[in-house]
């Protein structure tokens, strides 16, 4: 019953900004951290950035300055800002969050910085 579904992605030049949504349903969303993670084909999933319920966020060191999370906790939905963007920020880009010790996933979207 939980589910967590994306929107954005896509493909943009260097130094462009692309903008995901992640829109969460079956959850008291308010009270759970929401975390972006990305995967490039050989390597770990990577947390990029998260952000608690009372919206105190952290980034990983290779998107801080460049990246924003927020969230909106009437619309039960985050955002994952990305600005001044890098080929290696080129990635599939998951949301997540935790209930329950279970961890659940959005669908991911293929971000492409290339050109």
């Known amino acids: 019953q939980v589910h967590l579904v994306q929107s954005g992605g896509g493909l943009v030049q260097p130094g462009g900004s692309l903008r995901l949504s992640c829109a969460a349903s079956?959850?008291?969303?308010?009270?759970?951290?929401m975390n972006w993670y990305r995967q490039v084909p050989g390597n770990q999933r990577e947390l990029v950035a998260s952000i608690t319920g009372s919206s105190s966020s952290n980034y990983a060191e290779a998107v801080r300055g460049r990246f924003t999370i927020s969230r909106d906790n009437v619309r039960n939905r985050t955002w994952l800002q990305m600005n001044s963007l890098k080929p290696e920020d080129t990635a599939v880009y998951y949301c997540?969050?935790?209930?329950?010790?279970?961890?659940?996933w959005g669908q991911g979207t293929q971000v492409t910085v290339s050109g």
């Open positions: 079956g959850i008291n969303f308010r009270l759970h951290t």
């Open positions: 997540s969050t935790t209930m329950q010790s279970l961890q659940y």
